[in-house]
Each structure stands twice: as structure tokens, then as C-alpha cells.
């Protein structure tokens, strides 16, 4: 029978490509803010991304009233990753919960 260390590794190398896809996204939108100069820096780019992707929204660095509808869909893409990554892992453990835990 599989042992309850194989669950482990799988679903947290599951959680770490989850990350890596929420970081691509955030960096994707930086990289784009960048591109259009909406920012000066890279780092006051990936800063806004990922703060608007998570959608906690500081306020501490904003965009222009031109780019304000732009920034709104960071924060939807956030929501729908979030939603769409939240359904995987739940998907990945609840798969690995039959193959690798125990029924009584």
C-alpha cells in the first residue's frame, strides 16, 4: 500500500506548481504594465500586479485614470486563478486522499 509520505510530496508538489502559475500571472501583468510604461520600474510593476491580483489593493501605488480599467482586470484574473487553482487542489486531494489514505 502506498505510504501517507507519497500523499505529501504529491499534493505539496501540487501546491508548489499552483504557486509557480499565480507567480507567472503576476509577472506576466508586470512585464505588460512595463511594456506599456505604465510604470517606471519593473519592481513598482510586479509590485502592483501581484498586490491587485490578489486583490488586496493597497493603494499605495496606483495607475492613471487611463489605465484604471487595465488594472481592474488584474484583479478579476486574480479572482478567477484563485477560483480555478482553489477547484485543482481540492480535485488533487481529494484524488489522493482515495489512492494513498486509509478507509476504516
Not at 499534493?11 to 500571472?25: D, E, K, Q, R
Not at 492613471?64 to 484563485?82: E, T
Request: aromatic fraction near 16%; charged fraction near 10%.
Amino acid at each position: 500500500r502506498p505510504a501517507l509520505w507519497q500523499f505529501f510530496v504529491l499534493l505539496s508538489g501540487t501546491v508548489t506548481l499552483v504557486l509557480l502559475a499565480h507567480t507567472i500571472c503576476v509577472w506576466l501583468w508586470a512585464v505588460l504594465f512595463r511594456l506599456l510604461g505604465v510604470f517606471p520600474t519593473l519592481e513598482e510593476a510586479v509590485y502592483f500586479s501581484l498586490v491587485s491580483f490578489t486583490t488586496v489593493g493597497y493603494g499605495d501605488v496606483v495607475v492613471d485614470a487611463g489605465w484604471r480599467i487595465l488594472s481592474g482586470f488584474v484583479a478579476m484574473n486574480g479572482l478567477l486563478a484563485f477560483g480555478i487553482f482553489t477547484a485543482v487542489l481540492i480535485e488533487v486531494i481529494r484524488s489522493l486522499s482515495r489512492r494513498y489514505m486509509p478507509r476504516g
